[in-house]
């Protein structure tokens, strides 16, 4: 199994509504991102995992809260988000963690995200 | 301050070879270079890795001068399903950030 799926694919919300994201892989990698990424942008890096502990916060709000339960999957919970953080939310995965991000990102297809 | 710099479109006809060139100063020695390409409403996805010299693998090649300042990722032979967006990231081995470019629309045409 050489995918990372995520779910749902897409998700409305209005803002006071709770609601998560689910990202998993099977690759065995140690590492898991979440990124944003608005329409003709590029990805934003949110968060990086590494061997299951929070190894980067790109200074996210904390209305998105990322969780990883184990070493396959990967969670984003939001809370009473805003408009402007619709957009398409990205997850990866890469074979090593620690420092070292250099080996080759999988990414999911991605969910898109409209908050009304 | 590290920086990406890739033009915003090219177009190229099938067949030919097309080269994507950008631009990353204050890259330090240790910093790879990372291509990837994204087709709509998809994930990117992995095309080649260097830090120096040329790398070759089955779909692309990604030259590097002596100095770092830029890198050129080159598409042999593109064809219609290689309309995309193609990506360049720069790593930062002291921090671990992620430096994208802005992205470079590559229409082919028949």
């Known amino acids: 199994d050489t995918e990372v799926t995520q779910t749902p694919k897409h998700l409305v919300m209005g803002m006071t509504n709770k609601k998560s994201l689910k990202c998993e892989q099977h690759?065995?990698?140690?590492?898991m991102y979440w990124y944003k990424q608005k329409a003709k942008k590029p990805p934003e890096l949110m968060f990086v995992y590494s061997y299951e502990k929070l190894s980067i916060n790109e200074s996210v709000p904390s209305r998105f809260s990322p969780e990883c339960p184990n070493s396959s999957l990967l969670n984003l919970h939001l809370h009473a988000l805003q408009p402007e953080d619709s957009a398409l939310y990205l997850c990866?995965?890469?074979?090593?963690?620690?420092?070292?991000?250099?080996?080759?990102?999988?990414f999911g297809p991605g969910t898109r995200l409209t908050v009304l | 301050l590290a920086k990406t710099t890739q033009p915003i479109s090219m177009d190229s006809y099938e067949g030919q070879e097309v080269n994507i060139t950008c631009s990353h100063n204050n890259i330090a020695t240790n910093d790879y270079i990372t291509w990837y390409q994204q087709f709509p409403s998809q994930g990117p996805r992995f095309i080649i890795q260097?830090?120096?010299t040329k790398v070759t693998n089955e779909v692309a090649s990604l030259f590097i001068p002596a100095d770092r300042k830029s890198s050129t990722l080159s598409l042999p032979r593109v064809s219609l399903s290689d309309t995309a967006v193609y990506y360049c990231l720069v790593v930062l081995s002291n921090t671990g950030k992620l430096i994208f470019g802005q992205g470079t629309t590559l229409q082919v045409k028949p």
């Open positions: 690759m065995g990698h140690r590492a």
């Open positions: 260097g830090y120096k």
């Open positions: 990866a995965s890469s074979q090593f963690g620690g420092r070292v991000f250099y080996n080759e990102q999988f």
